[in-house]
């Protein structure tokens, strides 16, 4: 089937499933960019939110009481546990935004 025809078949629900897939990954890249004076808890919640968006449900057991970080972000993960895989892109999007906002009124 060619680019034309793929075209003509996709839906508009697939377009925009799409456009948030690039906009995601966009943003994703645009994390890269935030300050050092991000707060831990701003970057879990990142965190979480990109896992949920990429993997999905938490997919491992909760590490140790011993490996704090990595607890951290396990908890981060499975906070957001019951969001859909798009929901997880559009919150994470928001996110960002709202960082880089905040990061620019600041500087």
Known sequence: MGLECAARYSSPITNSLLFLQ?????????????PETTTDQSKLILYGLYKQATVGPVN??????????????WDAWKAVEGKSKE?????????????????????
């Open 22 to 34: 690039e906009e995601f990954l966009e943003y994703a890249e645009k994390a890269k960019t935030l």
């Open 60 to 73: 491992t057991s909760r590490p140790g009481i011993f490996n704090l970080r990595d607890r951290a972000k």
């Open 87 to 107: 929901e997880a892109m559009a919150d994470y999007i928001t996110k960002v935004k709202q960082l880089l906002e905040e990061a620019a009124a600041s500087a």
